[in-house]
């Protein structure tokens, strides 16, 4: 079904109601853009919301309607909107040139603070993006052990390589590049390991599922899927573009996990576009240029000034208090929205851990994440929260910045449960 055949609702209206300069902007859009937009993940019906600027935690459309953000463009943003201290820094170096086309200051100090944060982060390489460091992750296992076969979890979400979309979109295992299995289901990996172990080079996991839905691992499962991957002399693969948030040295930290290497991207650019691929230095060799056969790689933003120093101010601020804070803040919205439906009786279940959180609708045969244009509570949840000025990804997930304090949370907190009373009239 597509945006065009919406149902029409109370909440539809309003939102229509609300926002017609993003109606105007989103036809504008769909001239030179497909949809309207340039990425999937920000579509909803009947429209998208078009935001004109941000400050903290609050973001304002075109109509300047103000609402709480809990998105944070994908969790790319980690200290909210137009943070000082590296809007000042990148205007600062921006005097000086973005990128000067060879190793700098900032992004060595950059290298360093992410190899002290970071379990056997003994080398790094930057990109630009989560999705450019999980391709050259994927090649660079192969390389190293001389292995085809990627093994991921089912609907997890690792950037934009066909090889790492398996188990996505309708798409199962590809045969001589990908094979998936059951997240949380140990059992599962181990089956699948018994028969193509030996020629799997890498097990890749996000140790908490975050795109579409949002489910922690059961205890022992990370555990023994590293275990499993050590069994079999494959590499253990971290994608800790989401969850680094989760600890001062990420999910490895979180979780007491040992990984062979962890990819990085969203905040980790503090609000610019950055990837990261850190790991051993036997694995992390194969990119040298000096050694021979090394795999060639190239980028012309990769590790710039820009994204370095702001990348460094991040990771800086990311302190193991704004964590806690943020862990907070979370439990707390957590709590409450898992309160009130259960009060009214509305069928949803919150997850999460630390400062992300998912709200599923369980009644919803389909996830955003397998197909965008699905209708249903998730939908009608989305928009009666845009029309109580909070701003919510589509699917239900959520993540806070360390800039949100307890009053702007409580005004969050107010809208939300408004919002799924009124899902509960209308479903």
Not at 82 to 97: F, M, Q, S, T, V
Not at 280 to 302: Q, W
């Amino acid at each position: 079904m597509t945006n065009a055949k919406l149902v029409d609702t109370s909440l539809e209206r309003e939102f229509r109601r609300r926002t017609p300069k993003s109606a105007d902007f989103a036809e504008r859009a769909s001239l030179v853009l497909p949809g309207g937009n340039t990425r999937t993940t920000v579509f909803h019906p009947p429209y998208p919301l078009s935001f004109a600027r941000g400050d903290g935690p609050w973001l304002w459309d075109l109509d300047g309607n103000r609402y709480f953000d809990l998105f944070y463009n994908g969790l790319s943003i980690i200290h909210g909107h137009n943070y000082a201290p590296i809007r000042e820094a990148i205007a600062a170096k921006l005097l000086d040139g973005s990128a000067l086309g060879s190793a700098s200051i900032e992004l060595v100090e950059f290298a360093e603070t992410l190899q002290r944060r970071l379990p056997n982060a003994e080398l790094l390489r930057f990109t630009n993006t989560g999705s450019e460091a999980g391709m050259i992750a994927v090649r660079v296992a192969r390389a190293v052990t001389g292995r085809p076969l990627l093994l991921k979890a089912e609907r997890a979400y690792h950037g934009s390589y066909p090889d790492l979309e398996a188990g996505l979109y309708g798409v199962g295992d590809m045969p001589g590049r990908s094979l998936v299995a059951p997240f949380n289901d140990l059992p599962a990996f181990e089956t699948v390991m018994a028969e193509h172990g030996s020629r799997v080079a890498a097990i890749i996991l996000e140790p908490i599922m975050f795109t579409g839905r949002v489910v922690p691992p059961e205890p022992g499962f990370l555990e023994g899927v590293q275990a499993l991957a050590r069994k079999h002399g494959s590499l253990f693969m971290i994608d800790d573009c989401l969850m680094f948030r989760l600890a001062v040295g990420g999910s490895a930290e979180k979780f007491s996990l040992d990984p062979d290497i962890t990819i990085l991207g969203k905040f980790v650019g503090g609000g610019t576009p950055v990837g990261v691929v850190a790991g051993r230095r036997s694995v992390m060799e194969s990119l040298d240029p000096t050694k021979p056969g090394a795999i060639f790689h190239g980028g012309s933003f990769n590790g710039n000034r820009i994204g370095a120093t702001a990348g460094h101010i991040a990771m800086r601020d990311l302190t193991e208090a704004a964590i806690t804070g943020m862990d907070k803040r979370m439990e707390r919205l957590r709590h409450s929205l898992q309160s009130k439906a259960d009060a009214i009786g509305l069928p949803v279940a919150v997850t999460g851990e630390g400062s992300v959180a998912g709200i599923a609708f369980l009644t919803d045969p389909v996830r955003h994440e397998d197909d965008p244009s699905a209708l249903g509570l998730s939908v009608l949840f989305q928009l009666a929260c845009f029309n109580n000025g909070v701003s919510v990804a589509p699917g239900g997930v959520m993540a806070l910045a360390t800039m949100v304090d307890d009053d702007s949370l409580s005004f969050a907190i107010g809208a939300m449960e408004d919002a799924l009373e009124h899902v509960a009239d209308l479903g």
